[in-house]
């Protein structure tokens, strides 16, 4: 049976970290392209960090990149995708699912059932 799992979500106050993981049950993770899909209560969804099957490769949305606040690594021991978020902001709560497929930002193959964080000021 092919799943995704994320868990690691939670409450953190503001300035905290949180480590969310993906676990992959009935396929490779290695075999596809990562994207951990943020989305908060009455906002779209936003595709916050990828990384690619190809080369392994990073891509970080604007809103996240350039700070390095999150970083996304795989653990092809494990099966996972892992996203560290350091520096929490309360802009980064949400429920964040992570979602794979060929290519970073979709279409996308499979989806998880989300893990919510939420951030404390």
């Known amino acids: 049976q092919v799943q995704l799992v994320e868990s690691g979500g939670g409450l953190v106050q503001s300035g905290g970290s949180l480590r969310l993981s993906c676990a992959a049950s009935g396929f490779g993770l290695d075999y596809y392209s990562v994207s951990w899909v943020r989305q908060a209560p009455g906002k779209e969804r936003e595709e916050v960090v990828c990384?690619?099957?190809?080369?392994?490769?990073?891509?970080?949305a604007d809103s996240v990149k350039g700070r390095g606040r999150f970083t996304i690594s795989r653990n092809n021991a494990k099966n996972t995708v892992d996203l560290q978020m350091n520096n929490l902001e309360f802009e980064d709560a949400g429920t964040y699912y992570c979602?794979?497929?060929?290519?970073?930002?979709?279409?996308?193959?499979?989806w998880g059932q989300g893990t919510q964080v939420t951030v404390s000021s």
């Open positions: 990384i690619s099957r190809s080369d392994g490769s990073t891509v970080y």
């Open positions: 979602a794979v497929g060929g290519s970073c930002w979709g279409p996308y193959d499979h």
